[in-house]
T-cell receptor, first 117, second 111 residues
Framework: GAGVSQSPSNKVTEKGKDVELRCDPI?????LYWYRQSLGQGLEFLIY????????KSGLPSDRFSAERTGGSVSTLTIQRTQQEDSAVYLC???????????????FGPGTRLTVL | QKEVEQNSGPLSVPEGAIASLNCTYS??????FFWYRQYSGKSPELIMS????GDKEDGRFTAQLNKASQYVSLLIRDSQPSDSATYLC???????????FGSGTRLSIRP
């Protein structure tokens, strides 16, 4: 497993349900990022972890969104009480962390396509 | 004003010509600048990074940065059909804890 992996690849849920998205970064990468991409749009930065800490959580769209990272590796993005406007592709990326977080080259996972009915 | 602005395109360029993609940003303290390429239905991949004023060349790609004008561009020489994709400009905030992507420019190389 050389790349970033994400699961599930697709998730269909009903409005109001909670969902949990998972990201496995490249082994040894200390920095991890979550983005949201709506159809035909650019990437919306959600949150960045350096190790287990998130220096800036201001990108999270609302308090329904939360993210955590434990053991400096796997991260989960949780969306509570999903709304239809949460439908998007959620992308995770990781980087070595050597250049200081977002200044590094980021390697993206394949994404999770979330559909809220 | 958007933090990172790009012309959405589509930009149509004949094969073999130079494609010029432009990006402006609002945070004067930004230090790191990136161009990512995204094929339809795929994840972004890094094309170029640039950190200081001037030009940086890598094969057919040249990134140009002008911090005084808050402007970064990507030139693609000898454009190929395989270059047809959406190109995303990304800029780190001066706080270095956030990165902002533009909405992307769709490039189409016509044979």
């Amino acid at each position: 497993g050389a790349g970033v992996s994400q699961s599930p690849s697709n998730k269909v849920t009903e409005k109001g349900k909670d969902v949990e998205l998972r990201c496995d970064p490249i082994s040894g990468h200390t920095a991890l990022y979550w983005y949201r991409q709506s159809l035909g749009q650019g990437l919306e930065f959600l949150i960045y972890f350096q190790g287990n800490s998130a220096p800036d959580k201001s990108g999270l769209p609302s308090d329904r969104f939360s993210a955590e990272r434990t053991g400096g590796s796997v991260s989960t993005l949780t969306i509570q009480r999903t709304q239809q406007e949460d439908s998007a592709v959620y992308l995770c990326a990781s980087s070595s962390g050597l250049a200081g977080g977002p200044a590094d080259t980021q390697y993206f996972g394949p994404g999770t396509r979330l559909t809220v009915l | 004003q958007k933090e990172v602005e790009q012309n959405s395109g589509p930009l149509s360029v004949p094969e073999g010509a130079i494609a010029s993609l432009n990006c402006t940003y609002s945070d004067r303290g930004s230090q790191s600048f990136f161009w990512y390429r995204q094929y339809s239905g795929k994840s972004p991949e890094l094309i170029m990074s640039i950190y200081s004023n001037g030009d940086k060349e890598d094969g057919r790609f040249t990134a140009q940065l002008n911090k005084a004008s808050q402007y970064v561009s990507l030139l693609i020489r000898d454009s190929q059909p395989s270059d047809s994709a959406t190109y995303l400009c990304a800029v780190t905030y001066s706080s270095a804890s956030k990165i902002i992507f533009g909405s992307g420019t769709r490039l189409s190389i016509r044979p």
